[in-house]
């Protein structure tokens, strides 16, 4: 199965190269023993069907009268439709005189080549919209930018699928509102890669889904513990956090699971635990909230988690066996003889408190590619930093002018702090900017409305990039299309085959997969119509996910 879906995938990603190498389409093979001249389409037509489809009857809004079969690429788009009908069976209607299956494929075939041939002539591969990063797009070049996992869920909303994708450029739309999620996002990521010891403290809660069971150990989570949550948290700073708990309470304020004595709630930071709280199966709703003393963290990525102390394990008999979608009924937290034991509900990371300082880590190492010896050195420091950041971000070389505008934003940082600033200052500015949050493709110059223009080679670089990967193109990539290399067909071959050998390019798995999962549900919820030809060209209609009954 794996390997049929690498094939797969690889015959995708061909497919795609070619069509972007190439300014027009293969036309439909028609072979030479099929060829149908005009005179006897016309004659066909004549026999066949001009009966219906004549100005006077314009049977299925269509008359053949004013088509002109020397030109069928003037009217394509009823020619398909008769192809369709042709091919399918579907005309001319049971009970007509209908032309022999030779010559109706003859026809069609002819049809083909000549809409084919004037397709190929004249290519049109339309106007690309303005497409901007959807959520999943962000997140994957916030990774490959600055070696940064961010839930992204929290900072933008989300996207809009057709057709069951979420990249699709005509339904990302963009709003003020939308904007302004950008603009926060980055001041927050700059925080998280960066660090930033003068951070205001803040809290960030966690929420657990009403339909977890939390009776089973969970991953991530302490051995020797039940349920709760384990995430990797960004901390901004060397400081101290206060880690807060809630539980789930019934509709009645009474404690999910109060029937269940000497349950204990443990909070664990790498898994060392730095609070151990006991549980009060009779505490009131007004006391749901558990705090630690202030612990010390490192900043960077930690994993902490929230658990509670497993008191047994095994078989459970209770009077009654339930599902272990144990909040279903939450009353059934409270009812004696069922094993119900208390669950979480929230888990917040609030700080943080009296920092001390950034401790290195990943995104860290990532970003500063040279550190300044003295203040002389800062500013060329930071100009490397600061292209190499803005290349891969705006998936392309950096001109003069944009370095100059995010050095003035350096500059800024600097004045109101110390080097780490200038950089986060920048940071967020690259993270702002409409060349990182959009993917422009810019009209070759001077060229007629309506007229077509090869993409340039980056522009080709991040088509690719996101089809195959859903981030942003590699150092490789951008290099070899700054170079003007990209569009050599043997060139582009040799990089969709290098970016299938790389993990990133389960993304596109990805998205097919939810795609046909879309699809499939979709299925399953319409009706299933077949075509019976004996009533008439009637559509049959019945339940596909319920009995065949007809609707």
């Known amino acids: 199965m794996k390997k049929l879906l690498v094939a797969i995938l690889m015959v995708l990603a061909l497919m795609f190269a070619q069509s972007l190498g190439t300014t027009s389409a293969a036309p439909r093979q028609t072979s030479s023993s099929t060829a149908m001249s005009v005179e006897s389409q016309q004659a066909m037509v004549k026999q066949y069907c001009a009966g219906c489809h004549n100005d006077k009857l314009k049977s299925g809004d269509f008359s053949f009268a004013s088509v002109d079969f020397t030109h069928p690429d003037q009217h394509a788009e009823q020619f398909e439709k008769v192809i369709l009908k042709l091919r399918t069976g579907m005309m001319p209607p049971a009970g007509r005189p209908r032309p022999n299956p ?70 990302l739309s963009v709003s003020p509102t939308l904007m302004e999620a950008y603009v926060r996002a980055a001041g927050k990521i700059g925080r998280l890669a960066i660090g930033d ?45 206060v880690f807060r708990l809630a539980l789930v309470f019934t509709r009645n304020t009474f404690l999910f699971g109060s029937a269940m004595y000497g349950e ?7 898994g060392e635990r730095v609070g151990l709280f006991d549980i009060d199966p009779l505490m009131r709703a007004e006391n749901n909230d558990f705090r630690t003393p202030p612990i010390k ?20 008999e209770d009077i009654i066996e339930r599902p272990e979608r144990s909040l279903g009924d939450d009353f059934s937290g409270q009812v004696p003889g069922l094993t119900n034991p208390p669950h979480l509900q929230t888990f917040s990371v609030m700080g943080p408190y009296k920092p001390t300082g950034v401790s ?48 003035g934003a350096y500059q800024d940082g600097r004045k109101s702090g110390d080097f780490d600033s200038g950089i986060r200052m920048a940071l967020q500015f690259i993270l702002a900017s409409p060349e990182f949050v959009f993917r422009f493709e810019y009209p070759a110059a001077k060229i ?72 499939t549900q979709s299925r399953r919820r319409a009706p299933r119509c077949l075509f019976v030809p004996r009533l008439r060209q009637q559509f049959v209609c019945v339940d596909a996910a319920g009995d065949g009954t007809p609707v």
């Open 264 to 270: 204990q709630l443990e909070v664990a930071v790498n």
């Open 360 to 407: 290195e880590m990943p995104s860290r190492q990532k970003i500063f590619i040279c550190r300044p010896a003295n203040a002389r050195d800062e500013e060329p420091c930071a100009k490397k930093i600061i292209s190499g950041l803005a290349r891969q971000a705006f998936r392309k070389p950096v001109s003069e002018e944009n370095l100059e505008e995010l050095m």
């Open 448 to 519: 007629a409305a309506g007229t077509n223009y090869r993409i340039t080679d980056l522009e080709l670089a991040s088509r690719l990039a996101f089809f195959l990967w859903s981030t942003g193109p590699d150092d490789q990539l951008i290099t070899v299309a700054s170079q003007g290399k990209l569009k050599n067909p043997t060139v582009l071959a040799q990089q969709v085959r290098r970016m299938l050998k790389d993990p990133r390019s389960e993304a596109l798995a990805k998205k097919l997969r939810g795609a046909v999962a879309v699809f």
């Open 197 to 241: 010891p003068k951070m205001t403290p803040t809290q960030e809660t966690y929420r657990l889904a009403t339909n977890f069971s939390q009776i089973r150990h969970v991953d991530g989570t302490p051995l020797g513990t039940r349920g709760g949550i384990a995430v990797v948290h960004n901390f901004p700073a060397d400081a101290e956090y």
């Open 102 to 171: 030779d010559v109706a494929r003859a026809f069609t075939s002819a049809l083909e080549a000549g809409i084919d041939r004037a397709a190929a002539a004249n290519p049109n591969p339309g106007t690309p919209y303005l497409h901007r990063l959807n959520r999943t797009e962000y997140a994957n070049v916030i990774r490959d930018l600055l070696g940064l996992d961010i839930d992204v869920e929290s900072l933008l909303p989300a996207d809009t699928r057709s057709q069951g994708f979420d990249n699709m450029s005509e339904v």
């Open 297 to 316: 963290v490192k900043a960077g990525p930690q994993r902490i988690s929230a658990s509670f102390v497993k008191k047994a394990d095994g078989p459970i």
